[in-house]
């Protein structure tokens, strides 16, 4: 009776077993080939093109939403903040990155080309550059101090105001060690100068040769007031011994007719060439350019409103 017993809980556990076994292979062969095999081509055939469209609707909708000549965050709400930086050109190579030393061998067998290239390549003559402003159908006019431009135009600076010095037939004065360096003052959408309406304005700590060049612009055409004002000079004591004369084209600053910058195509910010005309062999000199309105600050250390560079002449 006992053997009987025995055989017949065998024989149930032997079934539970099969049954058990044969759900196993059951899940199995649903994760393996149901879920592994079709829903994987399932997924790429279908769900990634819905992906794909629905990020390119939503990429679609975004761009509607932005405007590519007029910049959502402005003046004191953008990164840019209100008080325009001055830049420097010629840059050096972009090997040296961190370094803003123009440094050179002036004479015929000097190695000043690579200022002179650059140089040239600022101001070369393709459209939207400087030398073809005039001829390259921008929206473009013609200003004066009494004369602003009309509404959708831009200002043209033509390469010419630059003089018979600082251009590239002269090597810009590097081949006879007279250099020329262009300041600019960097562009914010919107921003509009506060200019020193009379010499009276002036702040206490604005270098003695530029409040005297006020003072006779003032007197002599009151029209040519409506400017940001430019001052360069040695950064220390030394470096002002050093630095020599120094001669300001087309203007000592910036007019204040060429602003604001409103995008307009194929605008170009206003450049002031610099030419240091008695640089001393073998001696570094710092430099530090100052730009002036009621509304520009100046730091050096956060390089607002100036600019350093150093030039050596060998």
Not at 71 to 89: M, V, Y
Not at 160 to 184: A, M, S
Request: hydrophobic fraction near 35%; proline fraction near 7%; aromatic fraction near 12%.
């Amino acid at each position: 009776m006992n053997n009987l017993l025995d055989q017949a809980l065998r024989k149930q556990n032997g079934n539970h077993l099969r049954v058990l076994s044969g759900i196993q292979k059951l899940a199995n062969l649903w994760e393996g080939q149901l879920v592994a095999g079709p829903r994987l081509p399932f997924f790429m055939l279908y769900s990634t093109p819905s992906l794909l469209a629905f990020f390119a609707g939503m990429l679609m909708i975004f761009y509607q939403t932005l405007d590519f000549k007029i910049p959502k965050w402005q003046n004191k709400d953008s990164l840019i903040g209100t008080n325009p930086g001055l830049g420097f050109r010629p840059m050096p190579p972009e090997a040296q990155v961190d370094s803003t030393l123009i440094q050179f061998k002036h004479g015929i067998k000097g190695d000043w080309q690579y200022w002179v290239h650059s140089l040239t390549e600022f101001l070369e003559p393709t459209p939207g550059t400087y030398e073809t402003l005039t001829s390259s159908g921008q929206e473009f006019t013609n200003c004066d101090f009494d004369k602003p431009p009309q509404e959708g135009k831009a200002c043209n600076f033509n390469v010419e105001l630059l003089g018979d010095h600082c251009t590239k037939e002269n090597n810009f004065g590097y081949e006879l060690g007279k250099p020329c360096v262009l300041i600019k003052l960097n562009k914010i959408f919107g921003w509009r100068p506060e200019v020193y309406n009379s010499s009276a304005e002036v702040p206490e700590d604005m270098p003695a040769d530029l409040k005297s060049y006020i003072k006779d612009i003032e007197t002599g055409n009151k029209t040519h007031m409506n400017m940001v004002w430019l001052s360069c000079e040695g950064e220390t004591a030394n470096d002002k011994e050093k630095i020599g004369t120094i001669t300001y084209t087309p203007f000592r600053g910036f007019p204040a007719y060429y602003y604001p910058y409103l995008n307009v195509p194929g605008y170009l910010t206003p450049v002031v060439a610099l030419q240091f005309g008695s640089l001393q062999n073998g001696q570094a000199v710092n430099v530090e350019c100052k730009a002036w309105a009621n509304n520009i600050s100046r730091d050096r250390q956060r390089r607002l409103g100036s600019v350093h560079f150093e030039i050596r002449m060998d």
